[in-house]
């Protein structure tokens, strides 16, 4: 079994301050001849326990994988949360899982980490656990902008207002929603956008706020430029809300497929329109600020 450098954690979005410790992980195992590992789980813990009872997840368990394999990680390991791994206290957990299956000698863990039944929280409460196990712990110094810590539950907040530029800024990346294509009611079709209509399996997934986005797709290895909407379609009267994708320059059938959307950035809010040919009239001002705004991003988005 190889020796390995590991941090334990949700890190549902695998924003900024996730992969300033997954550098700081790499980098700590590239010293020490590790191999860096990132332990997470499924389902989110706060799912588990029944504490959410809304959409909260930045990234599902497919998606975290995608955004993983962007990383300098040697690998990803997806621990099932289950009422026996709940039960284990810091020590079990880091002695039966981290060093005996996974083969650890160095954990990296955030500033106000907690392993375990116990709740054993930050450096020096978990070294005591691990020191005596040949583990050494590391503990690096959390990630701010504009004064305040990076985290997820902040991130949330932006995407739930379709705040999509500072929410990316805090990521380090765009935000990134995946879906099935399904088939739809063709309303965009009937207005020369054909859409690919999403279904998003997850419930706990977070959609961002209704609103008009600028956004790449990709699917099967190949990326395009697209107008994504988020909302209802109140202007034909419809209620159930959305998920649409209008692709720029390509016309390719991707019903049944997967479907990989990073929003760039919001253009307008949603609007009820007084018929389809005023919609029709902003739908051709949105594409063109889209392509501006994707224009000046093509190159920074994997």
């Known amino acids: ?164 530029a500072p929410a990316n800024h805090l990521l380090g990346a765009p935000y990134l929603v995946s879906g099935r294509v399904v088939h739809g009611r063709e309303r965009g079709r009937s207005l020369g956008y054909p859409t690919a209509n999403l279904s998003i399996e997850d419930p706990f997934k977070l959609i961002p706020g209704e609103g008009i986005y600028a956004v790449f797709a990709s699917c099967g290895g190949s990326k395009f430029a697209g107008m994504g909407y988020i909302g209802t379609r109140s202007t034909f009267g419809e209620t159930d809300p959305v998920v649409e994708i209008a692709l720029l320059d390509t016309n390719v059938d991707l019903y049944g497929q997967e479907l990989q959307v990073r929003f760039v950035e919001r253009v307008r809010a949603d609007h009820r329109f007084p018929n389809a040919d005023a919609l029709l009239a902003q739908i051709r001002r949105d594409e063109q600020a889209i392509r501006s705004i994707l224009a000046a991003h093509r190159d920074s988005v994997a």
């Open 1 to 164: 079994m190889a020796s390995t450098a590991i941090t334990v954690g949700s890190y549902d979005g695998v924003h900024s301050g996730h992969r300033a410790m997954i550098a700081q992980l790499c980098a700590s195992a590239r010293e020490r001849d590790l191999q860096s590992i990132l332990v997470t789980f499924e389902p989110h813990h706060r799912i588990y326990f029944h504490r959410e009872t809304k959409p909260f997840l930045l990234t599902t368990t497919s998606e975290k994988r995608i955004l993983l394999q962007e990383t300098c990680l040697d690998g990803a390991i997806v621990l099932p949360f289950s009422a026996e791994l709940a039960a284990l206290s810091a020590r079990d957990f880091i002695k039966g899982i981290l060093v005996e299956r996974l083969g650890a000698r160095l954990l990296l863990v955030g500033h106000d980490q907690a392993f375990g039944k116990d709740q054993c929280t930050g450096r020096d409460a978990i070294t005591a656990c691990a020191a005596p196990l040949g583990v050494e712990v590391l503990s690096p110094a959390p990630v701010s902008s504009d004064g305040r810590v990076v985290s997820s539950t902040r991130i949330r907040g932006l995407i739930r207002t379709g705040s999509i």
